[in-house]
């Protein structure tokens, strides 16, 4: 994650995978593979209740039919105030 915080200080158009060229980075070589990991986690944690899911090429899971939730990666700006770009 250090890396991935030097190159989002020092690279204004790095989005930290919000892209897809991001990934070719060595911090998120291995992103997917790792949500994939923290998703079966929290099912096989609370597997009576949640379900698997991908929101396009993001993992993440389903809670009581209802809830959808996205893993994100720490930098992604979650909050409702997103620039007029808004990826998430």
């Known amino acids: 994650m250090g890396v991935g ?4 200080m020092s690279d204004i158009n790095y989005n930290s995978g919000l892209k897809e ?3 070719s980075k060595p911090e998120l070589l291995d992103w997917k593979n790792f ?3 923290l998703q079966q986690q929290f099912i096989n944690s609370f597997s009576e209740k949640v379900t698997g899911s991908t929101f396009g090429e993001l993992n993440g899971f389903t809670l009581y039919e209802n809830y959808k939730v996205i893993i994100v990666h ?5 909050s409702t105030n997103q620039p007029e770009e808004n990826i998430l």
């Not at 915080?5 to 989002?8: D, K, P």
């Not at 720490?74 to 979650?78: H, L, R, S, T």
Request: no cysteine.
């Open 74 to 78: 720490p930098f992604w700006n979650v």
């Open 21 to 23: 060229e991001d990934y």
């Open 35 to 37: 949500t994939k990991e």
């Open 5 to 8: 915080l030097l190159r989002l």
